[in-house]
């Protein structure tokens, strides 16, 4: 289904790449099968996606496996196999483990003005108390010009905290894969506005792999949003950040609007 040996390729630049340890990886499907992935997506209207929307993101995802046509199940099934993810551990030279219910995964997609600030994944698993570890994005839109519309994936430096410094942006390129490790103070987002006709999207797959948590392992469940620039000393925002971290109030402020 993959051409691992170009996956691994791609890797041999895994653990120089800066900010954190990353490669970039085109043509991650063979074209015919990420065009019917493509495809497959559900219509942006549709009531089956979740919506997040309010000053941090906006978005619509869904990880409910009763909603994937026949080759994205075929897929995450893949993604989510044994041999697959032994491949993985051994490019990252650490032990995965897979999430077969896809937490915070699956199908992802933004549609005009989509928005998702920079931030800092969930660290432990809510479910298994295990350690998120590596991500992998694809990007499956092929109508998407980002020289046009923008969509950029953003790679920060920074601490536990806050991101300090754009360093790398990723074009989300039609079948075009990003691989990171997310326990090196990750922080990602949209580096670029999202400006787009309302007949093309922004459409990716996301799938997360977990590990045994180390023993300096951060506890955070929830992911941890920063402000931007034109957010930055605004109390609103920061108390969508403080509840959208939050165990207990996080959804609370899915949906508050722009």
């Given at each position: 289904?993959?051409?691992?040996?170009?996956?691994?390729?791609?890797?041999?630049?895994?653990?120089?790449?800066?900010?954190?340890?990353?490669?970039?990886?085109k043509n991650f499907f063979p074209t015919d099968l990420a065009k019917e992935l493509e495809n497959e997506f559900l219509e942006y209207d549709h009531s089956d996606w979740y919506e997040y929307n309010n000053p941090l993101e906006f978005k619509k995802t869904?990880?409910?496996?009763?909603?994937?046509?026949?080759?994205?199940?075929?897929?995450?099934?893949?993604?989510?196999?044994?041999?697959?993810?032994?491949?993985?551990?051994?490019?990252?030279?650490?032990?995965?483990?897979?999430?077969?219910?896809?937490?915070?995964?699956?199908?992802?997609?933004?549609?005009?003005?989509?928005?998702?600030?920079?931030?800092?994944?969930?660290?432990?698993?809510?479910?298994?108390?295990?350690?998120?570890?590596?991500?992998?994005?694809?990007?499956?839109?092929?109508?998407?010009?980002?020289?046009?519309?923008?969509?950029?994936?953003?790679?920060?430096?920074?601490?536990?905290?806050?991101?300090?410094?754009?360093?790398?942006?990723?074009?989300?390129?039609?079948?075009?894969?990003?691989?990171?490790?997310?326990?090196?103070?990750?922080?990602?987002?949209?580096?670029?506005?999202?400006?787009?006709?309302?007949?093309?999207?922004?459409?990716?797959?996301?799938?997360?792999?977990?590990?045994?948590?180390?023993?300096?392992?951060?506890?955070?469940?929830?992911?941890?949003?920063?402000?931007?620039?034109?957010?930055?000393?605004?109390?609103?925002?920061?108390?969508?950040?403080?509840?959208?971290?939050?165990?207990?109030?996080?959804?609370?402020?899915?949906?508050?609007?722009?």
């Amino acid at each position: 289904m993959l051409d691992l040996e170009n996956i691994q390729n791609s890797f041999k630049q895994y653990f120089q790449n800066k900010p954190f340890d990353h490669c970039v990886i085109k043509n991650f499907f063979p074209t015919d099968l990420a065009k019917e992935l493509e495809n497959e997506f559900l219509e942006y209207d549709h009531s089956d996606w979740y919506e997040y929307n309010n000053p941090l993101e906006f978005k619509k995802t869904t990880n409910n496996w009763n909603h994937f046509k026949s080759k994205t199940y075929e897929v995450f099934r893949y993604l989510n196999s044994e041999p697959f993810v032994n491949f993985l551990s051994t490019q990252t030279k650490e032990e995965l483990f897979v999430d077969p219910g896809l937490h915070g995964g699956g199908l992802h997609i933004h549609g005009d003005g989509g928005n998702l600030n920079p931030h800092l994944d969930y660290s432990i698993h809510p479910k298994t108390g295990l350690q998120r570890k590596l991500n992998i994005i694809i990007y499956l839109s092929n109508k998407l010009d980002t020289t046009i519309y923008g969509g950029h994936l953003g790679l920060w430096a920074g601490d536990n905290k806050k991101p300090k410094k754009l360093i790398k942006e990723i074009s989300p390129d039609f079948n075009t894969a990003i691989i990171f490790d997310t326990t090196q103070n990750s922080w990602h987002g949209l580096s670029r506005p999202l400006e787009l006709p309302k007949d093309i999207f922004r459409k990716s797959f996301a799938v997360y792999y977990l590990k045994d948590p180390s023993n300096s392992v951060s506890t955070r469940h929830k992911a941890l949003y920063y402000p931007r620039e034109n957010q930055l000393n605004n109390r609103e925002i920061e108390d969508i950040i403080k509840k959208r971290a939050s165990d207990n109030d996080y959804a609370k402020v899915y949906k508050t609007g722009n």
